[in-house]
């Protein structure tokens, strides 16, 4: 479990306010849910930065809010990408005794058959919905496309068995494809070698 994040209830209104709270080094963010109404708050960003190097982004946070000790994990977070800086939060209070749906970052492990014949190996999703409890939520989970050739795609049905947790994620949800390189790539490759016999 995480350790305990401060974090303060705060006034809604001008944006001057958000940006004042971010120059004192706090992110403006909300928490609702289990047996709580949605309620405006701010939080450290060195301490939130701390917790999620501990306990990952998809970890459980501990908060205290006005005394009371509260269950919550991250249901969104907006960044800025150039500042690397987090705008804001959405904190999901749970109850920890039951199961939640959330997302899960995949990622793919080994290098696929196709991939050393050429191909190219392509993600169209990054995540996958899962039913979990709150103490096993996996930081990522990892799918191995070692097998997958030229012109085979891998969706939820194929891995459903092979991973530790319930998959919300629709059947034919792909997770990873491997296809031909492009008529283009060939064309550019063999210009490419035109010229080195020129």
Do not use: C
């Not at 908060?63 to 804001?88: C, D, F, P």
């Not at 199961?99 to 996958?128: D, F, H, R, W, Y």
């Not at 990873?176 to 283009?184: I, M, S």
């Amino acid at each position: 479990m995480s350790t305990v994040l401060s974090v303060k209830k705060r006034e809604t209104g001008h944006r001057s306010t958000l940006t004042q709270l971010r120059k004192g080094g706090a992110i403006p963010a909300v928490i609702y849910g289990y047996q709580l109404e949605s309620t405006p708050i701010s939080i450290s960003a060195k301490e939130l930065k701390k917790s999620i190097q501990k306990n990952g982004q998809n970890g459980v946070f501990t908060m205290e809010l006005e005394g009371k000790k509260v269950n919550a994990v991250i249901s969104e977070m907006q960044q800025n990408a150039l500042k690397e800086q987090v705008n804001h939060i959405d904190f999901l209070a749970i109850n920890m005794s039951e199961a939640l749906e959330t997302a899960v970052p995949i990622k793919l492990v080994g290098e696929s058959v196709g991939v050393s014949e050429g191909g190219i190996l392509m993600q169209p999703n990054l995540e996958l919905t899962v039913k979990v409890k709150p103490t096993d939520i996996p930081e990522a989970i990892d799918i191995d496309v070692t097998a997958l050739k030229i012109g085979d795609t891998l969706t939820v049905t194929d891995i459903r068995d092979r991973v530790a947790v319930e998959i919300i994620s629709e059947d034919d949800y792909v997770i990873a494809t491997v296809v031909a390189p492009t008529a283009t790539e060939e064309a550019t490759e063999a210009d490419d070698n035109a010229e080195e016999q020129a």
